[in-house]
């Protein structure tokens, strides 16, 4: 490729910099747009609520707590599991769900490493990769362009199914290098791409324009009002001066009583001072901060800690309340597990590559368990009155996984401290 070539696709990638910084900006709860607009007389206050923030919090914690995925089958004891330990996979793939959470995508480069003995997986920052697809009906991952910026050179790597190519450039240099060219041995692009939706948009975009209008509710109509009502207070003390008399004899008190700013500014005992004020509509500013607030919450869907029903509202009841909440999540899960089957189907190929065993790798079972809260005793109230008309599986099917995280196992605890039933046999 020429450096012409190259430069248009480091152009490309560098292209939508700003707008990965703007969804950093709403993760971390500094929403933008409340900032972008000139400064204005005082008071201008400038209040962001985090509300993307407190949507990625909730879902990364109740997906992807520790423990909230496990595998299971042979293939993953005898040579994932190690590879999983070594790679910090557990840490690694709640780094990709936040981004993926932020971004709407996530990148994860596979190599190898110690003369190839080690795998390695570990994510790309996103705002520096751009896939290659084909023009399929059902597109295809053909290739992946990865720049970064090392001291004072940038490095454009681009990965096909075969090889990697590498070119670099110092930052004073017009062209980049003859490309460098290594053989991978993954059969593919050692690329693993995730997404949380089919649409590959983000949690919180599509609710935005909610947040931004309700940052400026918080910031125009209430903190600033408020500020504008006190100031006008202290102003007004401040201007106040009953000592210095003009040419008639007169103080500003007098003045301000004679044209009935102020009323009953005399020596009398009672003392009463009436301001001039403005109606704030604090009713209608409060219905539309619970509106938009709500609409907020409705919309990515987040659960409102706010809502003090839900601590009162049975198991059920609690679940039904949650419904959007879990069907959000049920659709990332199914986008998510895609992610992490093809991270098994890539080192089981790179091990097939390098002589391994990798029977066995369709059968490793991914398990997602929930962090949700769960009402035991309403539960154990249930079982109680199904025992004897269900299988102990069945039964022990309804308890949460942080009570049961194995049922195979805890059957067999159970049937370890059964009473042995067998009769005894008389001698004769």
């Keep these: 490729m020429t450096s012409q070539q190259l430069e248009k696709i480091c152009e490309k990638i560098e292209s939508k910099e700003n707008w990965f910084h703007e969804r950093d900006a709403y993760a971390k709860g500094i929403n933008p747009v409340i900032y972008q607009e000139l400064p204005k007389a005082a008071p201008d206050f400038r209040i962001s609520v985090p509300f993307a923030r407190k949507a990625i919090q909730q879902f990364s914690g109740y997906m992807m707590r520790s423990g909230s995925i496990t595998y299971s089958g042979g293939f993953f004891e005898s040579t994932l599991k190690p590879i999983f330990d070594a790679n910090d996979e557990e840490l690694v793939s709640a780094m990709e769900f936040v981004s993926a959470l932020k971004y709407g995508v996530t990148y994860e480069l596979h190599y190898s490493d110690n003369n190839g003995k080690d795998k390695v997986f570990y994510p790309i920052p996103t705002n520096q990769g751009l896939p290659v697809y084909s023009t399929d009906l059902r597109p295809r991952l053909t290739g992946f362009y990865w720049l970064r910026k090392v001291e004072e050179e940038c490095i454009l790597?681009?990965?096909?199914?075969?090889?990697?190519?590498?070119?670099?450039?110092?930052?004073?240099?017009?062209?980049?290098?003859?490309?460098v060219v290594v053989m991978h041995g993954y059969g593919q692009v050692p690329v693993n791409i995730g997404y949380i939706s089919d649409d590959h948009e983000n949690l919180f975009d599509h609710v935005k324009d909610l947040i931004d209008f309700y940052d400026k509710l918080v910031s125009g109509d209430i903190a600033n009002e408020s500020q504008r009502y006190v100031n006008a207070l202290l102003l007004l003390a401040d201007r106040m001066?009953?000592?210095?008399?003009?040419?008639?004899?007169?103080?500003?008190?007098?003045?301000l009583r004679e044209i009935m700013m102020l009323d009953g500014l005399g020596d009398e005992p009672a003392k009463k001072v009436a301001y001039l004020t403005k109606n704030i509509p604090t009713e209608f500013i409060s219905f539309a901060c619970k509106t938009i607030y709500d609409h907020i919450h409705d919309m990515t869907p987040m659960i409102d800690q706010r809502d003090d029903s839900l601590g009162q509202a049975s198991g059920v009841a609690m679940e039904y309340r949650l419904l959007p909440f879990e069907y959000k999540a049920a659709d990332i899960e199914a986008n998510w597990s895609r992610f992490l089957q093809n991270?098994?189907?890539?080192?089981?190929?790179?091990?097939?590559?390098?002589?391994?065993?990798?029977?066995?790798?369709?059968?490793?079972?991914?398990?997602?368990?929930?962090?949700?809260?769960?009402?035991?005793?309403?539960?154990?109230?249930?079982?109680?009155?199904?025992?004897?008309?269900?299988?102990?599986?069945?039964?022990?099917?309804?308890?949460?996984?942080?009570?049961?995280?194995?049922?195979?196992?805890?059957?067999?605890?159970?049937?370890?401290?059964?009473?042995?039933?067998?009769?005894?046999?008389?001698?004769?």
Excluded: H
């Design 157 to 179: 790597t681009f990965y096909d199914a075969t090889t990697q190519t590498e070119w670099r450039k110092p930052e004073k240099a017009k062209d980049w290098s003859a490309p």
């Design 241 to 255: 001066d009953t000592i210095t008399t003009d040419e008639s004899g007169r103080t500003s008190a007098d003045r």
């Design 343 to 428: 991270r098994i189907y890539m080192i089981a190929g790179v091990t097939k590559g390098l002589g391994g065993a990798v029977d066995g790798v369709t059968e490793v079972q991914i398990n997602f368990k929930r962090n949700l809260p769960k009402n035991l005793a309403e539960i154990a109230d249930t079982m109680s009155k199904l025992v004897g008309l269900v299988s102990e599986e069945t039964l022990l099917r309804l308890l949460p996984s942080t009570v049961v995280p194995d049922i195979a196992e805890e059957l067999a605890r159970i049937d370890a401290t059964k009473p042995d039933m067998a009769m005894p046999v008389k001698a004769i």
